[in-house]
Every structure is written in structure tokens, then in C-alpha cells.
């Protein structure tokens, strides 16, 4: 079973006063457990939850000229949901996988809007968690402008060096927008 401390820090650490509203979410948490390559969401179905990732990686992907193109990872004590999906409520454009058995929590849609019209400081809390997302997809949008591939390779081994070792090549290739060869150059250059 996934750590639920796990989940509550995560909270904490976006909201510091999400622990007055903890007791409201815990009872929503559905513990969740994928095998390796099982899909936590699929592209053209609607997204209806957002996952914490207590252990394991999922990546985000969608199809670009018949080719898998991966847009991010999640890690262990990160979020993850085909997000545009899921608020809107309309077909996913990207698909989430597990890349390594994953297992932690579920928040479904319909239970976190039933939650966010009876509180406020949980809709502060969801709308923190929407901040977050955000933050991510534009933090990773400034390095591909800002930041060499070589570069971004080595912030990903920094910011994740434990997991980073259990990708496939090709995801991470794919995720620093370079082919694997490309990749296998940039790895023995930092050897």
C-alpha cells in the first residue's frame, strides 16, 4: 500500500495550511497500483483523475507524426494527470504510462468538485496543485529556450539522480527533444 504520509507532506508543502483541510481529503484518496507499461490515462478518453506518484515513473506522451514524443516524467512525491484533460473534461491529447511499476493515490474529478463547493481551503489547496502543474510545463518550456540539450540532460540527473538510471533511453532522449545516439554522445562526453 502507498505511503499516505507521502501524500499528506505533498499537500503540506503546497498548501501549509492544507492540514486543516487534510481530513477532507484523505477519505477521497484511492490507492492505486500499476505494472510496468499499464497506462493511468489514455489520449482521446476523457482524464478523470489526478495521481500522486508515492513510487515508481510515469511519463507523459502524445503521438506527433506517428512518433511518441515524451513531455515529461513523474517522479516519486510529484502529481500527475493529463491535465488539460481533466479540467476540462474533454478527450486527453496525451497519454500517461507507467515506465516502472507505480504505485500511490487517485484523486477522481467528480469527488474533488463535490470537495471544492463545500471548502474553501480545499479548493486553495486544489488551486495550488493547478499552480504547481504550471510552473512545471513552463519551467520546462524556458530550459528548451534557454538551455542546451546537454544541459537539460544534466539538470534531469540532478533533480532525479536515483530514478533517472531506470528510463529507457529513448524516453529520455525523446524528453530533451534529441535523438538516442545524440543522447549516447552527450552521456560519455560527461564521463
Excluded at 84 to 92: E, H, L, M, W
Excluded at 168 to 175: C, D, G, L, R, T
Aim: aromatic residues 12%; neutral net charge.
Amino acid at each position: 500500500m502507498p505511503d499516505i504520509l507521502a501524500i499528506k507532506q505533498a499537500l503540506l508543502q503546497l498548501d501549509k495550511h492544507s492540514g486543516n483541510s487534510w481530513h477532507l481529503f484523505e477519505p477521497l484518496l484511492q490507492p492505486m497500483e500499476c505494472n510496468n507499461g499499464s497506462f493511468l490515462a489514455h489520449a482521446g478518453r476523457v482524464s478523470s483523475a489526478i495521481y500522486f506518484i508515492s513510487s515508481g515513473i510515469v511519463r507523459v506522451f502524445t503521438l506527433h507524426q506517428d512518433k511518441e514524443v515524451c513531455l515529461d516524467f513523474a517522479f516519486p512525491g510529484q502529481f500527475s494527470t493529463a491535465y488539460a484533460s481533466f479540467i476540462t473534461q474533454s478527450p486527453s491529447i496525451v497519454s500517461l504510462q507507467a515506465i516502472t511499476p507505480v504505485n500511490g493515490f487517485a484523486f477522481y474529478y467528480k469527488d474533488l468538485q463535490e470537495l471544492y463547493s463545500k471548502s474553501h481551503d480545499a479548493e486553495r489547496t486544489g488551486r495550488l496543485l493547478a499552480e504547481y502543474q504550471y510552473l512545471r510545463k513552463y519551467r520546462r518550456e524556458l530550459a528548451f529556450l534557454q538551455l542546451t540539450a546537454r544541459e537539460r540532460y544534466i539538470q534531469l540527473l540532478e533533480e532525479y539522480p536515483q530514478v533517472v538510471q531506470q528510463i529507457p533511453v529513448k524516453y529520455i532522449a525523446s524528453y530533451l527533444g534529441i535523438e538516442p545516439e545524440s543522447l549516447s554522445r552527450i552521456r560519455k562526453g560527461l564521463t
